[in-house]
């Protein structure tokens, strides 16, 4: 039996034929499918088939096709000649169904149409407040036609993503239907979602050890808000010194540590993501721009091999749109590397980086996907950068995490002068064959940190542990609870009581956030009825996350040495008003008359004793 290949979605045709190899060319095929999505999410898949022989000399008596899924059951096939049976065989991310004709197609242009059905869990689910379809992209080869529809039950909801666009899209039956055409699906495969938002618990523990001989200061990182994430921080045990936001966006919880000091440090929360960016007007200021540009260590964009391979897939989109180009070549990471699961079967898995991935294109996992689609979009120019988190996954063979020992996932987003940041992920687009996660990424990627910066840091929940010891420190778990950030400041006002006029002073303006969600950024100002507050308008508070304080320095005067009066500090911040009342003395009357006068009987006293005690030398040198 000799095999012939024709590639149309992982689609093999075996041949019989003792004395020639023959080619794809041979026979021609068609299709005709339709994914109807049941209420429980159970996909029927029907697909009509014609195949067409090309030749007046051979005829193919076996058709296989290779299903990237796992989890087909009631198969059944048939042709003009009545049922077919039908073998299964599944291994690692795929399925392959193997069918033996009732009859062969003999003839030049001769047409064997035939029918397989079966259905599948791995096409529709529902994850949280979201359901999400999806089918996987055809190949190309001698491909005549491939019409899909997908059918989706309307108590789904309307959908917020389908992609690419449907050539059409009905309603009927209570079914929703939506019709794709070969070319669309030669490019990806079809991912749609019903519903706007998804909700997530987290639960986060981080284990901090200074091994130090002396106390340190040091930081973990918080589950940031983004343009498509909002965050709330319910609790953090123990309190951080103070929560600070870095240039890539990371919440930084800042911990002091003595000598030989652990802490286990507890926190919890939610997180709300959105299928659409929240930012209406995106920018990119120079000096971040250059930074997610730059070379790194694993984002190595000047290497003469990436440089090379740059140029190999731009080709004459070299000097083109920034689009088009960060398509290509999120395209060839997809298409080129390959996703070697064995790789985690270790306790630690060495990331390698964007220069050996590309050199080792089957020894890939989520961080080489990540870094070689970095490093290329750096060197073409296009700010890009890395986000590490939770990604959730019915089917982690399909969908796969792979990063630390909390099984967490690594996918890369870029910038896009009109969209602002776009998240995609190259490893579930190779591994799904062919789901679109360029066009849209789904509601599933929670983001814990941001990598912009540098490649390295800082590092994700997950990471946080003590030498030698293997815990389980990531719970992230579905949630059906909508909440509302609430951001909350409390203003402490400082100063030296009482105020001194007439000489300079200070005042300390402490803002700490003790809500749950990130203070916006926002100016504030500071003023008083009669004390001058230097520079006290207008001052920009910057972001301030929960459990954040940010202080402020002002320079205080009065007019005169004699003033003396009460006066009111006022600090006005996002409508809110907190008051300190303030008590000015003057300084010669109140402050320092018992001085001066100590001072000058201790002048005279020392004049007097001077005199004395010349008088004396006097009398004793003129005997």
């Not at 590309?358 to 950068?385: H, K, Y």
Request: aromatic share 10%; proline share 5%.
């Amino acid at each position: 039996m000799r095999k012939i290949l024709i590639f149309i979605t992982l689609l093999f045709v075996s041949i019989v034929f003792p004395y020639k190899v023959l080619a794809a060319e041979e026979f021609a095929t068609s299709y005709d499918v339709i994914y109807d999505v049941g209420t429980d999410g159970v996909t029927t898949v029907t697909e009509k088939v014609n195949l067409r022989n090309l030749t007046s000399e051979y005829y193919a008596s076996e058709f296989k096709l290779i299903i990237g899924a796992t989890q087909i059951s009631d198969i059944r096939a048939s042709d003009s000649g009545g049922s077919i049976e039908v073998k299964q065989e599944q291994s690692g991310t795929s399925t392959t169904l193997s069918v033996k004709f009732n009859q062969q197609v003999v003839g030049k242009d001769k047409v064997l149409p035939w029918t397989l059905q079966f259905k599948s869990k791995d096409f529709a689910e529902k994850i949280g407040k979201v359901w999400e379809v999806r089918a996987p992209k055809v190949s190309s080869g001698n491909l005549e036609g491939y019409n899909l529809t997908i059918s989706v039950p309307l108590q789904f909801g309307d959908p917020t993503l389908i992609s690419p666009t449907p050539k059409t899209q009905t309603q009927s039956g209570g079914k929703m239907f939506l019709t794709f055409e070969k070319s669309q699906l030669q490019q990806s495969g079809v991912s749609a979602s019903f519903g706007t938002f998804q909700l997530f618990d987290f639960d986060l523990s981080y284990h901090l050890d200074n091994t130090n001989l002396v106390p340190i200061l040091t930081s973990i990182a918080l589950p940031p808000d983004t343009a498509y994430q909002d965050v709330i921080l319910q609790r953090i045990e123990p309190q951080p010194l103070n929560v600070t936001v870095d240039d890539d966006g990371n919440y930084l919880a800042w911990y002091r540590l003595n000598r030989n000091q652990k802490i286990d440090v507890k926190v919890i929360g939610s997180a709300k993501l959105y299928s659409a960016s929240k930012v209406k007007s995106p920018t990119l200021p120079g000096d971040l721009r250059a930074k997610y540009t730059k070379t790194d260590k694993y984002w190595e964009k000047d290497n003469l091999q990436i440089q090379a391979k740059l140029s190999e897939i731009l080709g004459s989109a070299a000097s083109g749109d920034p689009a088009e180009k960060v398509k290509l070549i999120y395209h060839y990471v997809v298409n080129s590397l390959k996703y070697d699961s064995s790789r985690l079967k270790g306790t630690n898995t060495e990331r390698l980086g964007a220069v050996t991935a590309l050199n080792n294109p089957t020894q890939a996992v989520c961080m080489e996907f990540t870094d070689l689609f970095i490093s290329l979009a750096r060197a073409a120019g296009i700010p890009a950068r890395e986000l590490d988190g939770f990604a959730y996954t019915a089917n982690p063979t399909l969908r796969p995490l792979s990063l630390t020992k909390d099984i967490l996932h690594a996918w890369p987003e870029y910038w896009d002068g009109e969209k602002g940041w776009v998240m995609v992920d190259p490893t579930w687009e190779n591994t799904t064959g062919g789901v679109d996660y360029f066009d849209k990424l789904d509601l599933n990627h929670f983001s814990f940190v941001i990598k912009g910066s540098s490649s390295e840091y800082p590092i994700p929940a997950g990471s946080y542990k003590y030498i030698g010891e293997d815990s389980q420190d990531v719970k992230v778990t579905l949630s059906e609870n909508d909440f509302l950030g609430k951001p909350q400041l409390d203003v402490q006002i400082e100063h030296v009581s009482p105020i001194l006029a007439g000489f300079p002073g200070k005042i300390k303006v402490k803002i700490s956030n003790s809500g749950n969600a990130v203070y916006p950024s926002n100016s504030f100002k500071v003023e008083a009825s009669q004390l001058k507050i230097l520079n006290g308008e207008g001052q920009n508070l910057g972001l301030v996350p929960a459990f954040g304080n940010a202080t402020f320095d002002f320079n205080i005067r009065t007019k005169s040495l004699f003033d003396n009066f009460n006066d009111q500090i006022t600090v006005l911040i996002g409508g809110q008003k907190f008051l300190k009342e303030v008590r000015v003395k003057p300084f010669i009357l109140f402050q320092t008359a018992p001085m001066i006068a100590t001072g000058i009987l201790s002048f005279m006293g020392v004049i007097y004793l001077g005199v004395l005690g010349g008088l004396v030398y006097r009398k004793r040198f003129l005997k």
